[in-house]
């Protein structure tokens, strides 16, 4: 059996984990261009689960309220709420919104919340290609405003760091004409 020089070896090896690397990343990027599975196929045909998912296609991909757990720089966890709704009541110091499944949530409103409203007119666009969109204070969220609204957790209480009023129009939405997202 013939012996492989240390050189290369080392060359053999080296082109291997490129080749191998190479592999993983086109895998990676061919999986993260594909549409997503509809939610019933989740499901094998025959459990409870999967003629409730397969009912209902609406809003597929898009999220309508959810609580996660982010790890900071720091290494303490911070809690994330997100929610998308209605403004069912509005003041100065807090928000209540309600989701179309029901799901209602009230958020404190401090100095530190961020507050946008989408324009009825697009205005200009950022250096990103991103609409720019104007501020506003706590006293311009109405009862019945679409909003997407999301905070941070302590104990039974929720403050909203960033709320964006107003309807996002078609293509921003995520749903149908919005690659990988949405009924087709």
């Given at each position: 059996?013939?012996?492989?020089?240390?050189?290369?070896?080392?060359?053999?090896?080296?082109?291997?984990?490129?080749?191998?690397?190479?592999?993983?990343?086109?895998?990676?990027?061919?999986?993260?261009?594909?549409?997503?599975?509809?939610?019933?196929?989740?499901?094998?045909?025959?459990?409870?689960?999967?003629?409730?998912?397969?009912?209902?296609?609406?809003?597929?991909?898009?999220?309508?309220?959810?609580?996660?757990?982010?790890?900071?720089?720091?290494?303490?966890?911070?809690?994330?709420?997100?929610?998308?709704?209605?403004?069912?009541?509005?003041?100065?110091?807090?928000?209540?919104?309600?989701s179309d499944d029901g799901f209602t949530q009230r958020y404190a409103?401090?100095?530190?919340?961020?507050?946008?409203?989408?324009?009825?007119?697009?205005g200009p666009r950022n250096g990103r290609g991103k609409p720019s969109?104007?501020?506003?204070?706590a006293a311009d969220l109405k009862a019945g405003d679409t909003v997407?609204?999301?905070?941070?957790?302590?104990?039974?209480?929720?403050?909203?760091?960033?709320?964006?009023?107003?309807?996002?129009?078609?293509?921003?939405?995520?749903?149908?004409?919005?690659?990988?997202?949405?009924?087709?």
């Amino acid at each position: 059996m013939a012996t492989l020089s240390p050189g290369l070896r080392k060359a053999l090896l080296a082109g291997g984990i490129a080749v191998t690397l190479t592999g993983g990343g086109a895998a990676a990027v061919w999986a993260g261009t594909q549409a997503s599975p509809p939610p019933s196929s989740a499901f094998p045909s025959n459990s409870p689960s999967a003629s409730a998912n397969a009912e209902s296609t609406e809003g597929r991909g898009q999220a309508i309220h959810g609580e996660h757990v982010v790890k900071q720089r720091d290494g303490t966890y911070r809690t994330v709420v997100t929610q998308t709704g209605t403004i069912e009541a509005a003041s100065d110091s807090e928000v209540t919104v309600k989701s179309d499944d029901g799901f209602t949530q009230r958020y404190a409103i401090t100095a530190d919340t961020r507050i946008s409203m989408v324009p009825a007119v697009p205005g200009p666009r950022n250096g990103r290609g991103k609409p720019s969109l104007p501020t506003a204070a706590a006293a311009d969220l109405k009862a019945g405003d679409t909003v997407r609204i999301s905070g941070t957790r302590e104990g039974d209480t929720v403050t909203a760091t960033r709320v964006l009023a107003g309807q996002l129009p078609a293509g921003l939405k995520g749903g149908p004409g919005h690659k990988g997202h949405g009924p087709k």
